[in-house]
T-cell receptor
Framework: KNEVEQSPQNLTAQEGEFITINCSYS?????LHWLQQHPGGGIVSLFM???GKKKHGRLIATINIQEKHSSLHITASHPRDSAVYIC??????????FGEGTQLTVNP | EPEVTQTPSHQVTQMGQEVILRCVPI?????FYWYRQILGQKVEFLVS????????KSEIFDDQFSVERPDGSNFTLKIRSTKLEDSAMYFC???????????FGDGTRLSIL
């Protein structure tokens, strides 16, 4: 059974801080997704990773396949980054198995 | 940028009634999904659909649920006889190829009274 666990559950930061959210996943997952869910509920895909590192603006996602671990980093955090960040795992073309999510609050 | 569209945004239905949730995936996408999120819980997979048939379904997706792609653009989820525990946010997603990320709609909040 595919499992995804992420930490922390809740994270509060001051504007400008560097943020890291971690995700561990089980055998059987070959692609790891990072998603953002806003208070209204909508989900936006941020990254899909099967190896290495990806960067988009102030967001960086890394994955270590041997350790089955991925991290999402936010540099120079801003209050508008406040959202729930979710990691989800799957195999190519298949369903996603979601983590519990990390509620991030960035205070001005 | 093309997006996945879901209607309605909020549906209120009496227990036992049938409900249809509608989705318009991105036009050249081939893989379609429904997920749900009960309030305060994580998102759960319901069903995936490819080449006009269900490719995978979860244990949640029982005989009360069905999906259809009636006209090549819409992708619907029907719940035949709703229960209180069906109250949740339902998300539709689509992807172009197996190697691409899924694009999500904004969700339909279903409230069963």
């Amino acid at each position: 059974k595919n499992e995804v666990e992420q930490s922390p559950q809740n994270l509060t930061a001051q504007e400008g801080e560097f943020i890291t959210i971690n995700c561990s996943y089980s055998v059987g997952i070959s692609a790891l997704h990072w998603l953002q869910q806003h208070p209204g509920g909508g989900i936006v895909s941020l990254f899909m990773l099967s190896s290495g590192k990806k960067k988009h603006g102030r967001l960086i996602a890394t994955i270590n396949i041997q350790e089955k671990h991925s991290s999402l980093h936010i540099t120079a955090s801003h209050p508008r980054d406040s959202a729930v960040y979710i990691c989800a795992g799957g195999t190519s073309g298949s369903r996603l198995t979601f983590g519990e999510g990390t509620q991030l609050t960035v205070n001005p | 940028e093309p997006e996945v569209t879901q209607t309605p945004s909020h549906q209120v239905t009496q227990m036992g009634q049938e409900v249809i949730l509608r989705c318009v995936p991105i036009s050249n996408h081939l893989y379609f999904y429904w997920y749900r999120q009960i309030l305060g819980q994580k998102v759960e997979f319901l069903v995936s659909f490819y080449n006009n048939e269900i490719s995978e379904k979860s244990e949640i997706f029982d005989d009360q649920f069905s999906v259809e792609r009636p006209d090549g653009s819409n992708f619907t989820l029907k719940i035949r006889s709703t229960k209180l525990e069906d109250s949740a946010m339902y998300f539709c997603a689509s992807r172009g190829t197996r190697e691409q990320p899924q694009h999500f709609g904004d969700g339909t909040r279903l409230s069963i009274l």
